[in-house]
């Protein structure tokens, strides 16, 4: 037991750091440690220092460049004394997996290497016997994981940055209408940052990259061209870049702002659709990817292997390996990647501008009456409200509690993950249930439990699809309305109408899903809200993103002018502008998703000819025996097969199914991923494509 003091040892200071990237707390405390140990060393000046410091700023990281700088070096530390260690476990392992002897590793190595011999018996090993290997492992792997982990962490902040540019250069037309229209309302540009910087949630990353731009000028009192001309420098997007230089150099010489950002709206709404188009052409070329690689791929694979397994030798260890390993492991990572670049084509979180709840409001007003307060001898006061606040308070704590009870529904479909509260719950209890008992061998007890898990996780995908599908429907009809609903209120607005009177008209409109949310908005101001607070609750009710862009711009505009109708053009113009392009884009994406589905039913229909055809032929062969007097269904003679030894052949058959299960889940996300956009869309599909799998082997068992 001596042999695995090291690992132990290795784990052990291994452990605080991987605990620092679960644990706040942790964390903390491997920071201290690391500024502790190599602060003073990265504090020094140099070009390098210069650099790193403006990838942290590109990625947006929200740490000082000292305490990133250490811990990087800290984690590359503890990852070549770590790795030196582990180095030699791990080959030593890979030898017992691999089955091979230490006389192999003599005969293959050069003399002096033959210690390393010593990997295949590790067990056994003293610590002088031990120690070459681990002076051997401190030299090649213990460097190379220290630097391969220096490395990453720095390329992982280039990921990040370029990341956050194409998120900026999504979103900046939305953000150049909202700059636009707020400018067209008469406000001040100074207050038109701060007011975007309100709304970072609601527009996104190129909103976040003008509101640095607003604290610079709040927090240091910059002045509003060297505060654009210092984003424009630190952006990781050349777009962005150049809108803020040309910005600036707009502010300074007195130009028309209004014609500028006009200009750059309309020049920054071609881009997107050039872009799109590009996307698009991507999309087309992985989606042939995919089905080339990760479907006809695996494929052709199983089948040439179930052929070598029958004729030559068992290749069911390398058959499962394939199905178990390979494929979801190759999906898991293609869906990473199509995540990666087209994550800045979806919707920015829909979230709120920061109003303050009423209640807040008007707790700290009575607090602040005098009617609760009294005298009392030393001059100060008794708080004559505190048994109420003590009540208010413990209201709050059950609030959420009593929110939750009073709509789940409603909260199903805003959160559909919360439906594996229940559905997990409820499939493990299936999967218990409906398995049956069978013998203690992994083939038996695959077979045993593989319905029941795949009709539990049927059920699970099932019930977050329906959820996540009925939400999204809900939305994007709510969505169809607001170009109408923006239109009709400029009309009305620019008639000579209040906002108010514009939104008791509105109510009269036919708006689609969007009338109910407008007539509670106009019984909230009838019950004495004003416009923006009416509005605001129609967002957080609507939870769409345009809804919350819209009333983020109209609210805005609002407290600048009562002459909104400007700002609702241009607010309504965008909301077209997105709806045409995601219109463009779904119809397009639809014959990709087809493509998914028929490569799927190939793989599936090809899988089942070789359970239903081609293994019982082979079945009847080893019955027929070894002479090749008889054949067998099929057209196959026993003799071919009958004197080749015996196969498994219930293996391949439960192999078989839980392939076509595995890749009928990965297609289903990736389809979903590839057509419309988002994981979340590519459960529906991997619900569907699982039940057509487990459909076709009830039927054909």
């Known amino acids: 037991m001596l042999s695995y003091v090291p690992l132990v040892l290795a784990l052990a200071v291994a452990a605080p750091v991987v605990a620092g990237m679960v644990s706040t707390r942790a964390n903390l ?73 230490g006389d192999a590793v003599r005969a293959t190595l050069p003399t002096t290497l033959g210690f390393l011999a010593g990997l295949t018996q590790i067990g056994d090993l003293g610590v002088a016997e031990l120690f070459p290997l681990l002076l051997l492992s401190a030299a090649t792997v213990g460097p190379g994981s220290a630097l391969a982990v220096y490395l990453f962490r720095w390329e992982l902040l280039d990921q990040r940055a370029h990341a956050r540019a194409s998120q900026v250069e999504a979103t900046l037309p939305r953000t150049v209408a909202f700059v636009y229209a707020l400018s067209r309302s008469g406000m001040s540009f100074p207050i038109v940052l701060n ?31 060297t505060a654009l001309e210092r984003m424009a420098a630190r952006t990781p997007s050349e777009t962005m870049g150049e809108f803020g230089e040309n910005l600036a150099s707009v502010l300074g010489s007195g130009r028309s702002l209004s014609g500028f950002l006009r200009d750059q709206y309309e020049r920054y709404q071609e881009e997107a659709e050039s872009q799109q188009e590009q996307y698009l052409e991507l999309v087309s070329t992985l989606a042939e990817a995919y089905v080339t690689v990760l479907v006809a791929g695996p494929l052709f694979f199983i089948t040439i292997l179930v052929v070598i397994g029958i004729v030559l030798s068992d290749t069911l260890p390398l058959l499962r390996a394939v199905v178990y390993l390979a494929v979801p ?100 209890v299936w999967v218990v249930v409906r398995t049956e008992p069978a013998a203690l061998t992994p083939q038996a007890v695959a077979r045993a439990v593989d319905s029941p898990l795949i009709e539990a996780t049927a059920f699970v995908l099932v ?25 009709r209120m400029a009309s009305i607005n620019d008639a000579g109408m209040t906002v108010v009177e514009s939104l008791r008209r509105l109510t009269r409109s036919d708006l689609d899903r969007l009338s109910p949310e407008v007539e509670r908005a106009w019984r909230d101001v009838q019950w004495g809200a004003d416009v923006s607070t009416a509005l605001g609750r129609m967002r ?78 082979v079945e009847g062969a080893q019955l027929a025996g070894p002479n090749g007097a008889n054949n067998v269904p099929g057209g196959i003679s026993a003799g071919v097969l009958g004197s080749l030894g015996g196969v498994n052949v219930d293996a391949y058959v439960v192999l078989f199914y839980h392939a076509a299960a595995i890749q009928g889940v990965a297609s289903g996300l990736v389809a979903g991923q590839l057509g419309e956009g988002t994981v979340s869309d590519g459960v529906k599909h991997a619900a569907i494509m699982l039940l057509l799998a487990y459909g076709t082997f009830l039927v054909i068992g």
Do not use: C
């Open 29 to 101: 405390a491997t920071t201290r440690l690391a500024i502790h140990l190599f602060g003073d060393y990265v504090a020094e000046q140099s070009p390098r220092r210069g650099r790193q410091r403006d990838r942290l700023r590109a990625a947006h990281v929200s740490v000082t460049h000292r305490s990133y700088a250490a811990t990087t070096l800290l984690y590359a530390g503890v990852a070549g004394v770590a790795g030196s260690v582990v180095g030699v476990y791990a080959a030593a392992a890979t030898f017992e997996l691999l089955s091979v002897g």
């Open 195 to 225: 007011t975007l910087a309100r709304n970072e949630g609601v527009y996104g990353e190129a909103a976040r990259e003008l509101g640095v731009a607003a604290r610079d000028m709040n927090t240091f009192g910059t002045d509003v061209l």
């Open 329 to 428: 492991l190759a999906t898991f990572g293609f869906v990473v990647y199509i995540d990666s670049i087209t994550r800045s084509g979806g919707d920015p979180t829909a979230a709120g501008d920061g109003a303050t709840d009423p209640r807040v409001l008007g707790l700290a007003s009575l607090a602040g009456t005098s009617n609760g307060a009294s005298a009392r001898p030393d001059g100060g006061a008794v708080d004559g409200w505190s048994e109420s606040r003590e009540r208010l308070a413990a209201y709050d704590r059950i609030e959420n509690l009593l929110d939750v009870a009073s709509r789940p529904g409603e909260l199903v479909l805003d959160r559909p993950a919360l439906t594996a509260l229940v559905t997990v719950p409820l499939g493990l």
């Open 463 to 487: 019930a977050y699809g329906v959820a996540y599908e009925v939400d999204k429907r809900r939305t994007r009809a709510i969505e169809r309305a607001v170009p109408d609903f923006l239109d």
């Open 540 to 617: 957080d009710r609507t939870r769409s993103p345009m809804v919350s862009r819209a009333v983020a711009l109209v609210t805005n505009a609002i407290d600048a002018s009562g002459e909104v109708a400007p700002v609702l053009e241009i607010a309504a113009d965008e909301a077209r502008a997105t709806r045409r392009l995601r219109r463009e884009r779904r119809q397009v994406m639809v014959t990709y998703l087809l493509v998914i589905y028929i490569s799927f039913l190939v793989f599936l229909g090809i899988i089942v000819a070789l359970t239903v055809a081609f293994i019982p032929a």
